[in-house]
């Protein structure tokens, strides 16, 4: 035959023959027929003298392209490296946080478990490659003789995910802890299982790994209902995940023309819980990184309204101050002249000027009426708050009215609610009585305690009919912010609206309530 490849003698018998034998085909095998023929010599047979009989045995045949085998080490190659690229950038952008969160804020193992996992998803993904015992032959995914380094990661991957939960739980911390002993327990007989160091003395070892992830979904959905804020989130990202992810399936079946194949390869996995495990890692990977993100958003926010708060702070603080001053001036010229005015007004008496005394005494009194009020209630916050606006009430001709000015130290508030609570309410009540529409121009004060609550009241004129003039910017957030930051303290806000005043008053639960015989 022209076109014959080659025909060889075997050193040995087929039948004893383990390794493949290797042929390569000529230059331009392009578009013939390739025949493969194998026999042994012929044997004379014993009952039929001249007779030779020749045996065929079958063998398996494969056949090799060159390009198309690259092609598939190339094509595998990159369905490796994206997700384990994914997986790494998100490792290294959560070990950044930690980085960061330690040198500025504080310490915080959770980023640094996260980041594990996810170098954990990243080493299992490249595990996984068919090619990766060229590189790694330790680990291989012949079960027998090496360790399968893509199962070994699969276990590896849930502890330092129960170790993330673990750190963020509160109430049922001891039960999260108990979960990742149990997973490193479980990774740790498997491993020495697989390396025959150990008999298996677990059946199932897939099955206990998808149990300890559901009883961890189990506890985190119990911190949900207890309140912890950072498991309200990594619930939501736990069914919105699922949510998704079964729109996108439900999206792929009906849309597309493999869907039997789908289903048959759903099926080859379904009756394992492998799949199932999967899918629950992740549903927790994308909680995780959800709750993460909103946590460290949130907390950003917060700090930056803290730092806000403590810029005004400071400003009230020194327009309080400037306040005092002004107030003290004021009062020290009034001692320094009680004597000289107490010597005129006898002496206009000692002559019988009974009316110039008269007039001379209200001249007087209409100039301490002048003196700037200021409020002393004992709580710092709230003197200093109102103090900071008092004065520039009466500059715009709105008089102070204080009827009552006693109130604890502490309130049920924190300082930044407080200070957005007090400083809309009082901005809001001075630009109501500064308002030339209204008849009066007057603003009242009642502070005091009433049982459990302090009582903080703000009356002030204003002009029902008339449009109040635009809100400037960075004054008030509106009646119902007002309510809602004292609901949050658990007391309450009233309003009452009048032909010719307007009032709001606040009952916020005091931080520390008085004695039942105490309080009004």
């Not at 994914?86 to 070990?95: C, E, H, I, K, N």
């Not at 149990?211 to 119990?222: K, P, Y």
């Not at 109501?432 to 009241?457: C, R, T, V």
């Amino acid at each position: 035959m022209e076109n014959k490849v080659g025909a060889m003698q075997l050193p040995m018998q087929p039948e004893d023959r383990t390794e493949s034998l290797r042929i390569s085909l000529p230059p331009d095998y392009n578009g013939k027929t390739l025949t493969i023929a194998q026999s042994t010599p012929g044997l004379e047979n014993s009952e039929k003298p001249g007779y030779f009989e020749e045996k065929a045995f079958l063998c398996p045949v494969t056949l090799f392209c060159g390009y198309s085998y690259e092609s598939s080490i190339v094509a595998e190659s990159f369905q490796t490296a994206y997700p384990a690229t994914a997986f790494a950038v998100l490792a290294g952008a959560t070990l950044f946080l930690f980085v960061y969160q330690a040198w500025h804020e504080k310490l915080d193992p959770a980023f640094l478990c996260l980041a594990l996992f996810l170098i954990l998803l990243a080493l299992q993904q490249l595990f996984s490659a068919s090619f990766v015992n060229r590189y790694f032959p330790f680990f291989s995914q012949d079960p027998v003789y090496f360790l399968d380094g893509s199962e070994w990661m699969r276990y590896l991957t849930a502890i330092p995910l129960l170790w993330f939960l673990t750190i963020r739980a509160q109430g049922l911390r001891r039960f999260f802890c108990i979960a990742a002993v149990l997973q490193m327990a479980l990774a740790a007989a498997w491993t020495l299982a697989q390396l025959h160091i150990l008999f298996p003395i677990l059946g199932g070892y897939e099955r206990w790994n998808l149990l300890l992830l559901l009883a961890s979904i189990g506890l985190c959905l119990a911190e949900w209902r207890r309140g912890n804020p950072f498991f309200t989130q990594f619930c939501k990202g736990i069914l919105g995940a699922a949510g998704c992810s079964i729109m996108a399936l439900a999206v792929v079946l009906l849309w597309n023309d493999r869907r039997q194949e789908i289903f048959q390869w759903m099926g080859s996995y379904w009756p394992s819980s492998r799949l199932l495990f999967n899918w629950v890692r992740i549903l927790l990977l994308a909680a995780s990184l959800w709750a993460v993100a909103v946590e460290y958003v949130a907390g950003r926010v917060r700090r930056g309204n803290e730092v806000l708060a403590l810029r005004l702070q400071g400003k009230i603080a020194r327009e309080n101050y400037e306040a005092i001053q002004k107030q003290a001036r004021q009062t020290a010229v009034m001692r320094h002249d009680i004597s000289k005015h107490l010597g005129t007004v006898r002496a206009l008496l000692s002559d019988g000027k009974q009316e110039k005394a008269m007039e001379y005494i209200n001249q007087v009194t209409q100039q301490a009426a002048q003196l700037q009020a200021v409020i002393s209630s004992g709580n710092y916050m709230i003197d200093t708050i109102l103090n900071s606006r008092l004065s520039g009430a009466e500059e715009q001709g709105v008089q102070i009215r204080i009827r009552r000015a006693a109130v604890p130290q502490k309130l049920a508030l924190s300082d930044t609610d407080l200070c957005s609570l007090l400083l809309n309410a009082v901005d809001n009540a001075i630009r109501a009585a500064a308002n030339p529409s209204a008849a009066q121009h007057w603003l009242e004060l009642d502070l005091h305690i009433k049982g459990h609550f302090g009582y903080i009241s703000f009356t002030n004129s204003w002009a029902p009919d008339e449009k109040q003039p635009a809100r400037a910017e960075g004054h008030g957030y509106g009646l119902s912010i007002m309510e809602r930051i004292a609901e949050n303290a658990g007391g309450i806000m009233e309003v009452t609206r009048g032909k010719d005043r307007f009032q709001v008053v606040f009952l916020i639960p005091l931080a520390d309530p008085p004695s039942p015989a105490a309080g009004e």
